[in-house]
């Protein structure tokens, strides 16, 4: 008999970190268009803000070629703890960070970030250690190629942690359409342009 359990995601027990979306960062990114990347990195923070995930967003020396965090997400989450790290590579290597993420007192940790090998692997490595579950948002991480970001899948999903899109993510949060039909088709018709036409179709449908 399988001792697998599907642990779910879950919207009371999860917390979303952005880790170094910044300026510079994003000319790296080459496994995504620029237009799907940025799209789906706003998704993922659309979802993180339509459940009320408490999220935190950390950048790597900023001052630098790294760049500051890219603008729309810091407007998104004005409130949010927000982490400027001086040099720390492994933002878990950062104890304002960490402690941020523990006063969040959620298990479930949804990451993603630029690069994929380094910024995300690195902190989702830490947190398994510690105990926490982790699940890496593929799409809304970006890297140099698909090499380099097949290695860093594989290194992840070999130490446990669960590889997922910001689409699998919302709906495993959601659960349930009959929860909020509205609102969940309104992310995803705001962030897929195939979805937008499914919800336009259903709505024409079911005003008649």
Request: charged residues 20%; negative net charge.
């Amino acid at each position: 008999m399988s001792e697998f359990k599907y642990n779910r995601l879950d919207k009371n027990e999860a917390a979303v970190l952005l880790v170094d979306h910044q300026t510079g960062l994003t000319n790296l990114v080459h496994d995504f268009s620029p237009d799907d990347y940025k799209n789906n990195v706003l998704a993922l923070a659309s979802a993180a803000r339509y459940f009320g995930l408490p999220t935190i967003l950390t950048t790597s020396f900023e001052q630098g070629p790294n760049g500051p965090l890219v603008p729309e997400l810091k407007e998104m989450f004005p409130d949010a703890p927000y982490i400027a790290r001086p040099g720390n590579i492994n933002a878990w290597d950062n104890e304002d960070f960490v402690n941020a993420v523990k006063a969040t007192g959620r298990k479930q940790l949804i990451i993603a970030g630029i690069v994929t090998e380094v910024c995300v692997a690195f902190p989702a490595l830490s947190a398994r250690e510690e105990g926490y579950e982790v699940f890496i948002v593929t799409d809304a991480s970006g890297t140099f190629n698909k090499t380099t970001r097949d290695a860093a899948w594989a290194r992840m999903s070999a130490a446990g942690c669960q590889l997922m899109t910001w689409f699998g993510a919302s709906c495993e949060l959601h659960r349930d359409w009959r929860n909020d039909i509205e609102g969940l088709g309104t992310l995803f018709s705001n962030h897929l342009p195939n979805y937008r036409c499914l919800i336009y179709s259903h709505l024409a449908h079911t005003e008649k």
